[in-house]
Protein backbone atom coordinates (compact mmCIF):
# COMPACT_ATOMS: atom_id res chain seq x y z
CA UNK A 1 0.00 0.00 0.00
CA UNK A 2 2.89 2.27 0.87
CA UNK A 3 4.69 1.75 -2.36
CA UNK A 4 1.35 2.60 -4.23
CA UNK A 5 0.79 5.46 -2.29
CA UNK A 6 4.66 6.67 -3.29
CA UNK A 7 3.94 6.23 -6.98
CA UNK A 8 0.78 8.32 -6.81
CA UNK A 9 2.75 11.00 -5.16
CA UNK A 10 5.69 10.89 -7.61
CA UNK A 11 2.93 10.81 -10.35
CA UNK A 12 1.74 14.27 -9.40
CA UNK A 13 4.89 15.62 -9.43
CA UNK A 14 5.61 14.94 -12.78
CA UNK A 15 4.90 18.06 -15.45
CA UNK A 16 2.35 18.61 -17.83
CA UNK A 17 2.44 17.49 -21.52
CA UNK A 18 1.61 19.33 -24.46
CA UNK A 19 0.23 16.49 -26.74
CA UNK A 20 0.36 17.34 -30.71
CA UNK A 21 -1.38 15.78 -33.15
CA UNK A 22 -1.20 17.08 -36.80
CA UNK A 23 -3.25 15.24 -39.71
CA UNK A 24 -4.91 16.12 -43.51
CA UNK A 25 -7.87 13.90 -43.70
CA UNK A 26 -7.08 11.93 -40.99
CA UNK A 27 -10.76 10.72 -40.14
CA UNK A 28 -9.13 6.83 -40.66
CA UNK A 29 -7.51 7.17 -37.65
CA UNK A 30 -7.14 10.02 -35.13
CA UNK A 31 -10.06 8.56 -33.06
CA UNK A 32 -7.51 6.07 -31.67
CA UNK A 33 -4.70 8.01 -31.83
CA UNK A 34 -6.54 10.82 -29.21
CA UNK A 35 -7.85 7.79 -27.37
CA UNK A 36 -4.07 6.51 -26.70
CA UNK A 37 -3.21 9.67 -24.70
CA UNK A 38 -6.38 9.83 -22.83
CA UNK A 39 -5.18 6.05 -22.12
CA UNK A 40 -1.50 6.28 -21.07
CA UNK A 41 -0.57 5.64 -17.98
CA UNK A 42 0.42 9.63 -16.67
CA UNK A 43 -2.00 12.25 -14.74
CA UNK A 44 -4.90 13.28 -16.60
CA UNK A 45 -4.27 16.36 -15.06
CA UNK A 46 -0.83 17.33 -17.07
CA UNK A 47 -2.36 15.66 -20.44
CA UNK A 48 -2.75 18.74 -23.04
CA UNK A 49 -4.56 17.32 -26.37
CA UNK A 50 -4.10 19.43 -29.51
CA UNK A 51 -5.29 18.71 -32.43
CA UNK A 52 -4.03 20.76 -35.40
CA UNK A 53 -5.79 19.75 -38.70
CA UNK A 54 -4.35 21.27 -41.89
CA UNK A 55 -7.48 21.59 -43.95
CA UNK A 56 -9.37 18.49 -44.11
CA UNK A 57 -12.51 17.75 -46.46
CA UNK A 58 -13.42 14.47 -44.15
CA UNK A 59 -14.85 14.90 -40.38
CA UNK A 60 -11.24 14.66 -38.89
CA UNK A 61 -11.92 18.59 -37.18
CA UNK A 62 -15.41 17.45 -36.10
CA UNK A 63 -14.27 14.03 -34.81
CA UNK A 64 -11.77 15.38 -32.48
CA UNK A 65 -14.06 18.35 -31.77
CA UNK A 66 -16.29 15.43 -29.83
CA UNK A 67 -13.74 14.01 -27.56
CA UNK A 68 -13.89 16.14 -24.20
CA UNK A 69 -10.38 17.96 -23.91
CA UNK A 70 -9.02 18.40 -27.23
CA UNK A 71 -8.37 21.85 -28.50
CA UNK A 72 -9.07 21.92 -32.05
CA UNK A 73 -7.18 24.21 -34.20
CA UNK A 74 -8.04 24.54 -37.63
CA UNK A 75 -5.51 25.63 -39.92
CA UNK A 76 -6.54 26.30 -43.85
CA UNK A 77 -3.05 26.67 -45.64
CA UNK A 78 -3.37 26.32 -49.33
CA UNK A 79 -0.69 24.17 -49.31
CA UNK A 80 -0.25 22.00 -45.87
CA UNK A 81 3.24 20.89 -44.34
CA UNK A 82 3.66 19.24 -41.47
CA UNK A 83 5.86 22.31 -39.48
CA UNK A 84 2.54 24.32 -40.25
CA UNK A 85 0.50 22.11 -37.97
CA UNK A 86 3.34 20.98 -35.08
CA UNK A 87 4.55 24.51 -34.90
CA UNK A 88 0.71 26.07 -34.44
CA UNK A 89 0.24 23.16 -31.92
CA UNK A 90 3.42 23.76 -29.77
CA UNK A 91 2.70 27.32 -29.88
CA UNK A 92 -0.48 27.29 -28.51
CA UNK A 93 0.15 25.35 -25.89
CA UNK A 94 2.08 26.36 -22.60
CA UNK A 95 3.89 22.96 -21.25
CA UNK A 96 7.39 22.52 -20.93
CA UNK A 97 7.07 19.76 -23.11
CA UNK A 98 5.85 18.88 -26.51
CA UNK A 99 5.19 15.18 -27.66
CA UNK A 100 4.31 14.92 -30.73
CA UNK A 101 2.55 12.67 -32.94
CA UNK A 102 1.11 11.75 -36.62
CA UNK A 103 -2.29 10.70 -36.26
CA UNK A 104 -1.95 7.85 -37.64
CA UNK A 105 0.48 6.44 -34.72
CA UNK A 106 -0.91 4.96 -31.73
CA UNK A 107 0.97 6.09 -28.06
CA UNK A 108 2.16 3.44 -25.72
CA UNK A 109 0.56 3.57 -22.13
CA UNK A 110 4.32 3.80 -20.42
CA UNK A 111 5.93 6.29 -23.22
CA UNK A 112 5.10 9.39 -21.44
CA UNK A 113 6.73 8.23 -17.95
CA UNK A 114 9.70 6.99 -19.68
CA UNK A 115 10.29 10.14 -22.10
CA UNK A 116 10.12 12.68 -19.14
CA UNK A 117 12.42 10.63 -16.51
CA UNK A 118 14.44 10.65 -19.64
CA UNK A 119 14.20 14.69 -19.88
CA UNK A 120 15.95 14.92 -15.96
CA UNK A 121 19.67 15.64 -18.01
CA UNK A 122 18.87 19.14 -18.82
CA UNK A 123 21.03 18.91 -21.57
CA UNK A 124 18.82 16.74 -23.07
CA UNK A 125 16.16 18.60 -25.89
CA UNK A 126 14.56 15.19 -27.16
CA UNK A 127 13.74 11.94 -26.40
CA UNK A 128 12.23 9.04 -29.01
CA UNK A 129 11.54 5.61 -28.79
CA UNK A 130 10.28 3.01 -31.01
CA UNK A 131 7.83 3.33 -33.71
CA UNK A 132 6.78 -0.16 -34.88
CA UNK A 133 4.17 -0.98 -37.60
CA UNK A 134 1.23 -2.64 -36.61
CA UNK A 135 1.28 -5.15 -39.84
CA UNK A 136 4.05 -5.15 -41.05
CA UNK A 137 2.75 -8.43 -42.63
CA UNK A 138 0.12 -6.93 -45.12
CA UNK A 139 3.11 -5.36 -47.48
CA UNK A 140 7.02 -5.78 -48.36
CA UNK A 141 6.49 -1.75 -47.85
CA UNK A 142 5.02 -1.91 -44.06
CA UNK A 143 7.71 -3.71 -43.14
CA UNK A 144 10.47 -1.95 -44.50
CA UNK A 145 8.74 0.92 -42.53
CA UNK A 146 9.12 -1.05 -39.77
CA UNK A 147 12.71 -2.13 -40.03
CA UNK A 148 13.56 1.26 -41.06
CA UNK A 149 12.07 3.61 -38.55
CA UNK A 150 14.38 2.98 -35.68
CA UNK A 151 17.69 3.53 -34.70
CA UNK A 152 19.95 1.77 -31.83
CA UNK A 153 19.44 3.11 -28.28
CA UNK A 154 21.64 6.02 -27.14
CA UNK A 155 22.54 9.37 -28.49
CA UNK A 156 21.87 10.11 -31.76
CA UNK A 157 21.71 13.24 -34.16
CA UNK A 158 17.64 13.02 -35.49
CA UNK A 159 14.15 11.81 -34.42
CA UNK A 160 10.91 11.45 -36.69
CA UNK A 161 7.77 12.89 -36.40
CA UNK A 162 7.20 11.44 -33.01
CA UNK A 163 9.10 12.57 -30.65
CA UNK A 164 9.25 14.25 -27.10
CA UNK A 165 10.63 17.88 -27.11
CA UNK A 166 11.59 20.37 -24.48
CA UNK A 167 9.67 23.91 -25.31
CA UNK A 168 13.06 25.52 -24.33
CA UNK A 169 14.41 24.04 -27.10
CA UNK A 170 11.32 24.41 -29.50
CA UNK A 171 12.17 28.24 -29.11
CA UNK A 172 15.04 28.30 -28.80
CA UNK A 173 15.56 27.01 -32.58
CA UNK A 174 12.32 28.51 -33.81
CA UNK A 175 10.49 25.57 -34.12
CA UNK A 176 10.04 23.85 -37.52
CA UNK A 177 10.96 24.79 -41.04
CA UNK A 178 7.30 25.40 -42.32
CA UNK A 179 8.12 24.83 -46.11
CA UNK A 180 9.48 21.40 -46.41
CA UNK A 181 7.21 18.61 -47.31
CA UNK A 182 10.05 16.35 -46.55
CA UNK A 183 12.94 15.95 -43.88
CA UNK A 184 11.47 18.83 -41.61
CA UNK A 185 11.79 16.63 -38.05
CA UNK A 186 15.77 15.82 -39.39
CA UNK A 187 16.39 19.58 -40.27
CA UNK A 188 14.99 20.58 -36.81
CA UNK A 189 17.00 17.83 -35.39
CA UNK A 190 19.89 19.94 -36.88
CA UNK A 191 18.98 23.03 -35.43
CA UNK A 192 18.54 21.50 -32.12
CA UNK A 193 22.08 19.65 -31.14
CA UNK A 194 23.62 22.84 -32.84
CA UNK A 195 22.01 24.65 -30.21
CA UNK A 196 23.91 22.34 -27.71
CA UNK A 197 20.97 19.81 -26.84
CA UNK A 198 21.09 16.26 -27.24
CA UNK A 199 18.83 13.75 -28.69
CA UNK A 200 18.29 10.65 -26.99
CA UNK A 201 16.74 7.13 -28.81
CA UNK A 202 15.30 5.09 -25.56
CA UNK A 203 15.58 1.59 -25.85
CA UNK A 204 11.02 1.56 -25.70
CA UNK A 205 8.35 1.32 -27.51
CA UNK A 206 6.60 4.63 -28.22
CA UNK A 207 4.74 4.73 -30.56
CA UNK A 208 2.66 2.22 -32.63
CA UNK A 209 1.84 3.13 -36.70
CA UNK A 210 0.27 2.19 -39.88
CA UNK A 211 2.05 2.89 -42.57
CA UNK A 212 -0.91 1.72 -44.59
CA UNK A 213 1.61 1.65 -47.76
CA UNK A 214 0.19 -1.41 -50.25
CA UNK A 215 1.09 -0.33 -53.42
CA UNK A 216 4.59 -0.09 -55.21
CA UNK A 217 3.01 3.58 -56.08
CA UNK A 218 2.80 4.67 -52.71
CA UNK A 219 6.33 3.09 -51.90
CA UNK A 220 8.16 4.99 -55.07
CA UNK A 221 6.09 8.03 -54.02
CA UNK A 222 7.60 8.30 -50.69
CA UNK A 223 10.95 7.64 -52.16
CA UNK A 224 10.68 10.13 -54.41
CA UNK A 225 9.66 12.66 -52.12
CA UNK A 226 12.53 11.50 -49.23
CA UNK A 227 15.00 12.63 -51.98
CA UNK A 228 13.56 15.89 -52.22
CA UNK A 229 13.90 16.11 -48.43
CA UNK A 230 17.69 14.66 -49.01
CA UNK A 231 18.46 17.83 -51.37
CA UNK A 232 16.15 20.52 -49.26
CA UNK A 233 17.86 19.91 -45.96
CA UNK A 234 21.33 19.53 -47.50
CA UNK A 235 20.53 23.05 -49.20
CA UNK A 236 20.23 24.72 -46.01
CA UNK A 237 22.24 22.95 -43.90
CA UNK A 238 25.32 22.88 -46.51
CA UNK A 239 25.72 25.98 -46.61
CA UNK A 240 27.14 26.42 -42.77
CA UNK A 241 29.96 23.58 -43.52
CA UNK A 242 28.10 20.51 -41.65
CA UNK A 243 28.02 17.05 -43.39
CA UNK A 244 24.64 16.60 -42.20
CA UNK A 245 22.78 14.45 -45.29
CA UNK A 246 25.60 15.46 -47.44
CA UNK A 247 26.63 11.42 -47.42
CA UNK A 248 23.00 10.43 -48.42
CA UNK A 249 22.86 12.72 -51.05
CA UNK A 250 26.13 11.96 -52.85
CA UNK A 251 25.07 8.01 -52.42
CA UNK A 252 22.06 8.97 -54.37
CA UNK A 253 23.95 10.73 -56.93
CA UNK A 254 26.72 8.70 -57.58
CA UNK A 255 25.23 5.38 -57.78
CA UNK A 256 21.39 6.39 -59.41
CA UNK A 257 22.82 9.24 -61.08
CA UNK A 258 25.80 7.13 -62.48
CA UNK A 259 23.55 4.16 -63.41
CA UNK A 260 21.37 6.54 -65.80
CA UNK A 261 24.55 7.94 -67.19
CA UNK A 262 25.86 4.69 -68.41
CA UNK A 263 22.27 3.84 -69.59
CA UNK A 264 21.99 6.75 -71.50
CA UNK A 265 25.44 6.34 -73.63
CA UNK A 266 23.84 3.76 -75.18
CA UNK A 267 21.90 6.27 -77.21
CA UNK A 268 24.31 8.31 -79.15
CA UNK A 269 25.85 4.80 -79.46
CA UNK A 270 23.00 3.62 -81.17
CA UNK A 271 23.92 6.32 -83.91
CA UNK A 272 27.44 6.39 -84.44
CA UNK A 273 27.96 2.44 -84.18
CA UNK A 274 27.74 -0.79 -86.05
CA UNK A 275 24.85 -2.86 -84.87
CA UNK A 276 27.56 -5.57 -83.79
CA UNK A 277 29.40 -2.33 -82.16
CA UNK A 278 26.22 -0.99 -80.37
CA UNK A 279 25.16 -4.09 -78.64
CA UNK A 280 28.71 -4.62 -77.18
CA UNK A 281 29.25 -1.16 -75.87
CA UNK A 282 25.65 -0.77 -74.49
CA UNK A 283 26.53 -4.72 -72.83
CA UNK A 284 29.69 -3.43 -71.80
CA UNK A 285 27.89 0.04 -70.44
CA UNK A 286 24.85 -1.10 -68.92
CA UNK A 287 26.69 -4.15 -67.26
CA UNK A 288 29.45 -1.08 -65.25
CA UNK A 289 25.85 0.84 -64.45
CA UNK A 290 24.06 -2.21 -62.87
CA UNK A 291 27.46 -3.13 -60.76
CA UNK A 292 27.33 0.83 -59.74
CA UNK A 293 23.58 0.87 -58.79
CA UNK A 294 23.83 -2.71 -56.93
CA UNK A 295 27.52 -2.61 -55.45
CA UNK A 296 28.24 -3.14 -52.17
CA UNK A 297 24.35 -3.08 -51.10
CA UNK A 298 23.72 -6.76 -52.26
CA UNK A 299 27.31 -8.08 -50.92
CA UNK A 300 25.67 -6.62 -47.69
CA UNK A 301 23.54 -9.32 -46.79
CA UNK A 302 25.35 -10.82 -43.72
CA UNK A 303 26.18 -7.70 -42.49
CA UNK A 304 22.21 -6.79 -42.68
CA UNK A 305 20.97 -10.01 -41.16
CA UNK A 306 23.38 -9.27 -37.95
CA UNK A 307 22.34 -5.26 -37.54
CA UNK A 308 18.85 -6.04 -38.45
CA UNK A 309 18.06 -9.74 -36.81
CA UNK A 310 17.19 -10.97 -40.35
CA UNK A 311 17.03 -14.31 -41.64
CA UNK A 312 18.89 -14.54 -45.08
CA UNK A 313 15.82 -14.59 -47.45
CA UNK A 314 14.64 -11.17 -45.59
CA UNK A 315 18.46 -9.69 -45.92
CA UNK A 316 18.42 -10.45 -49.44
CA UNK A 317 14.99 -8.37 -49.96
CA UNK A 318 16.17 -5.58 -47.99
CA UNK A 319 19.69 -5.56 -49.94
CA UNK A 320 17.63 -5.18 -53.01
CA UNK A 321 15.86 -2.46 -51.63
CA UNK A 322 18.86 -0.55 -50.44
CA UNK A 323 20.14 -1.04 -54.23
CA UNK A 324 17.48 0.39 -56.13
CA UNK A 325 15.75 2.92 -53.97
CA UNK A 326 18.50 5.39 -54.99
CA UNK A 327 16.45 5.67 -58.57
CA UNK A 328 13.34 7.67 -57.37
CA UNK A 329 15.29 9.19 -54.79
CA UNK A 330 17.58 10.74 -57.37
CA UNK A 331 14.60 12.08 -59.48
CA UNK A 332 13.55 13.47 -56.00
CA UNK A 333 16.87 15.29 -55.84
CA UNK A 334 16.52 17.06 -59.27
CA UNK A 335 13.02 17.55 -58.35
CA UNK A 336 14.14 19.63 -55.99
CA UNK A 337 17.01 21.97 -57.77
CA UNK A 338 14.80 21.74 -61.05
CA UNK A 339 12.38 23.48 -58.72
CA UNK A 340 14.86 25.65 -56.93
CA UNK A 341 16.03 27.20 -60.59
CA UNK A 342 12.47 27.64 -61.70
CA UNK A 343 11.40 28.54 -58.02
CA UNK A 344 8.78 25.87 -58.15
CA UNK A 345 9.16 24.16 -54.86
CA UNK A 346 7.25 20.92 -54.37
CA UNK A 347 4.04 21.62 -52.85
CA UNK A 348 1.46 19.32 -51.12
CA UNK A 349 -2.32 19.58 -52.05
CA UNK A 350 -4.87 18.60 -49.39
CA UNK A 351 -7.21 16.67 -51.05
CA UNK A 352 -3.98 14.30 -51.85
CA UNK A 353 -3.03 14.14 -48.02
CA UNK A 354 -4.88 11.45 -46.30
CA UNK A 355 -3.96 8.50 -43.57
CA UNK A 356 -5.35 4.84 -44.21
CA UNK A 357 -5.72 1.46 -42.74
CA UNK A 358 -3.46 -1.42 -43.94
CA UNK A 359 -6.46 -3.72 -42.64
CA UNK A 360 -10.58 -2.61 -43.26
CA UNK A 361 -12.14 -1.68 -40.11
CA UNK A 362 -14.56 -4.14 -39.04
Not at 48 to 58: L, N, P, Q
Not at 192 to 207: E, F, N, R, S, V
Not at 275 to 288: E, G, M, N, R
Not at 314 to 334: D, E, R, T
Request: with cysteine; charged share 20%; proline share 5%.
Amino acid sequence: MKTAINNVSLMQHYPSIDFVIIGVNSAKTLKRCIESIRQCDYPPEKIRVIYADGGSTDHSVQIAGSIENVTVLELHPLHPTPGIGRNAGWRSGTSPFVQFLDSDTILDQQWPQLAIRAMNDPQTGAVRGYRREMHPEQSFYNWLGDLEWNTRPGECDSFGGDVLIRRTALEQSGGYDEELVGGEDPELSWRITQDGWKILMLDALMTRHDLAMLKTSQYLRRSYRSGYGFAAVQSRVGPTGSSFWKNEQRRILIKGGGFILFFMLCLPAAVLLNAIQTTLFCLVSLSAGTVLLLFPRLFKVRKFMTEHHLDRENAKKYAWHCSLVVLPQLFGIMRFYVGRFFNKPLQNKRNKLQTGLSTPTP
